[in-house]
């Protein structure tokens, strides 16, 4: 199979990328390169033979149609977005510009190419669009996000992401490009650009830096590890059907507070210093993000009962994973590190922006 990967240089779309040329397809990687596009993300695939990969922008319609005829994939699988809830604040432009307007290019040039296509590649061809359960908007204590849930938005980013989930929707019934959907809950593990929240409060405890907790910290995620994201969507691409959207979940809802203190006790137990002491007490409560949506968790009954998926990892054994990633591959993350040292985003700029080690994930 011949997969065209957008954004398989970022954190998701490069585990997507890993997985497939470890099951022998052939990949094409379309990726711009921004600040959290890394291509040592790529490297353990670097110089294989079926690995291909373009810098180039997915709102640039003629890049796009050039990858297209020239690697004539049998699957689209569109991860490229911009994906942190806190720029979005402090920049909702270029929000808008990659999600929506890059994913009403990436409908248009599929739809070309797969109307020339022959008869029976017309009917294997599939274009994925991976979007975010943060197109739900925010659940109360109780109740799960079901694929039938009502969007509500409530941040730029998640807006962006609603209005790209509502075009592939269309291009789908008005066009009939075979399109497939699926929405997935906060993701974790290996090659995390550090400014969200796992990767960041790792390097900073590691460091013996303040660990900065939004609000009270109560705010509660479903925690999906990466690798078991990236099978399921290579499951979706090839096995879901048409037109529908499948959840993918980690079943594993953690509040943020929770999240901070077990990677400290990890560190603690794993790298010990004495000079830092207990990393627990790093821990600072600043000013919340405005707009922080309560709680996300994610139902994948019909992921699981149409195709059989399920998380391989719980929240303990991929969150010791992740932090022992990190601790064994500084030579990825320091230089990222360099560039973006966890300086706070998405304050409302007009009452001031605060200073501090901050980025926390949504």
């Known amino acids: 199979m011949r997969v065209l990967v957008t954004g398989g240089a970022g954190f998701i779309g490069s585990a997507v990328v890993r997985f497939l040329i ?48 020239g690697f004539r994939p049998d699957l689209v699988m569109h991860l490229a977005a911009e994906s942190h809830v806190d720029r979005s604040i402090d920049g909702p432009g270029n929000f808008i510009t990659t999600n929506v307007v890059g994913t009403y290019t990436m409908l248009q040039e599929a739809l070309r190419y797969w109307r020339a296509l022959p008869a029976a590649q017309q009917a294997a061809f599939r274009f994925h669009h991976i979007s975010t359960d943060e197109v739900f908007g925010s659940l109360g204590a109780e109740g799960l996000f079901r694929e039938d849930t009502p969007y509500q938005p409530n941040s730029p980013y998640s807006a962006s992401k609603a209005s790209s989930d509502h075009l ?70 090839t096995r879901g059907r048409p037109g529908e959207s499948y959840n993918v979940g980690g079943a594993c809802e953690r509040r943020n507070i929770d999240v901070v203190r077990t990677i400290c006790a990890l560190l603690d137990e794993m790298v010990p210093d004495a000079t830092i002491g207990p990393r627990e007490k790093l821990i600072r409560f600043v000013t919340d993000r405005p707009g922080h949506d309560a709680r996300y968790a994610i139902d994948f009954a019909k992921l699981n009962g149409e195709l059989g998926w399920s998380p391989r990892e719980t929240f303990e054994t991929g ?3 992740t932090v022992r990633w990190y601790l064994d591959n500084r030579p990825w993350w320091e230089p990222l590190r360099q560039r973006y040292q966890g300086q706070r985003l998405g304050l409302d700029k007009a009452a001031g922006a605060a200073t501090g080690r901050l980025g926390l994930a949504s």
Request: hydrophobic share 45%.
């Open 168 to 237: 592939v929707r269309a291009w789908f019934h008005t066009y009939g490009l075979p399109a497939v959907m699926s929405n997935c809950s906060n993701n974790y593990g290996p090659y995390h650009f550090p400014e969200k929240l796992i990767p960041l409060v790792t390097l900073n405890a590691l460091e013996g830096a303040e660990l900065p907790v939004y609000g009270t910290g109560e705010n509660v995620r479903d925690w999906l590890f990466v690798e078991d994201h990236a099978e399921a969507l290579v499951l979706i691409a």
């Open 22 to 69: 470890g099951e022998g397809h052939s990949v094409l990687t379309f990726d711009k390169l921004t600040y959290a596009g890394c291509l040592a993300s790529l490297a353990p695939v670097a110089g294989n033979p079926h690995h291909g990969f373009v810098q180039a922008d997915i709102c640039d319609a003629g890049a796009v149609r050039q990858a297209l005829d």
């Open 319 to 321: 969150l010791s994973k």
